[in-house]
């Protein structure tokens, strides 16, 4: 099996982008190690703090952040960096050539059960025209982005990874402690009978999705004339996963609950990474409205709709919308 970086360099990824790579990997074998050990050492459970999205966060939540924040900050290859847990970007070196976006511990709400969590992570050029304290550089599309992963914490620990030539599978070898290459160009079935949606919130969806929804759930005597299997792990890193593995549609769509808030999921942390591996996997990553990677962030925090998975499948939702 190939390790990462001899798999980096048959992608001609640029050396600085590979050690930049290498820095955050190394964050999530130890928060791979502390989220193993997280019953023995303490860790389990809230704090008594709210992040900036206004959820209380995790011990673990607390501690995989600091960890990618230590690294990067001390990597001298990052101008700034932002993250899910912190309430506006921070600025590294002014010499640095990117910028890195991540959220530290995806489905945190899964801790407690011993579920699936894990690290997303996003990468972008840094402008050389804004200063390192300055969070407009985070203003930039998703298609933009140079790197795009997650590392999933599950019965093995999962480095799921894009440069822009394909989505590869790597697995955490704890006999080196090294990421090894065992699957290249991992490819997205264009068709499904998979659905994945948080099914409580459907008295809140828009009219095209609870339409959709329900022709699902009518299987073969409904209009799509097929049964399909609703699945739901509640981390977006589980359920993107699923998706990449054996396809699927996942979704977490605009609901009426709060006027303000109509959107669950990070565009910068969590929706434009995850569609930069799902394109990349020839599935599709939509709002109801367009490309998810195509959308000019508004603020770092900002919001989306998300619809994405098998191609055809996308496109079938979508279609419900016009």
Known sequence: ?????????QDNVPLDLISLIKTILAATKEISFRVSQAHLGGLMGSTLDENIQGEVQKQLDVVANQLIKDVLLESG???????EEED???????????????????????????????????IHEAPKDLAADDPDMFKQAGNKQVCAGYVLYGPSTMLVMTTGSGTHFYVLDRTHGGYLLVERNVQIPQETQEFAINMSNQRFWQAPMQDYIADLLKGDQGPRGK?????WIAAMVGDV?????????????ADNRNAEKPYKLRLMYEANPMSFLIEQAGGLSMTSEGRIMDIEPSSIHQRVEVILGSKKEVEACLGYYK
Do not use: C, W
């Not at 099996?1 to 360099?9: I, K, T, V, Y």
């Not at 959220?103 to 894990?118: A, K, R, T, V």
């Not at 049964?227 to 699945?231: D, I, P, S």
């Open 77 to 83: 290859f990052v101008k700034a960096i932002s993250s």
């Open 88 to 122: 506006t970007s921070v600025p590294g070196d002014e010499n640095g050539h990117f910028i890195v976006s991540f959220d530290p511990l995806d489905g945190s709400s899964n801790i407690d059960i011993n579920s699936l969590i894990g690290t997303i992570f996003s």
């Open 227 to 231: 049964n399909f299997n609703m699945r």
């Open 1 to 9: 099996m190939q390790r990462l970086a001899p798999a980096l360099r």
């Open 241 to 253: 996963h699923r998706v990449l593995t054996r396809g699927g549609i996942f979704t977490y769509p």
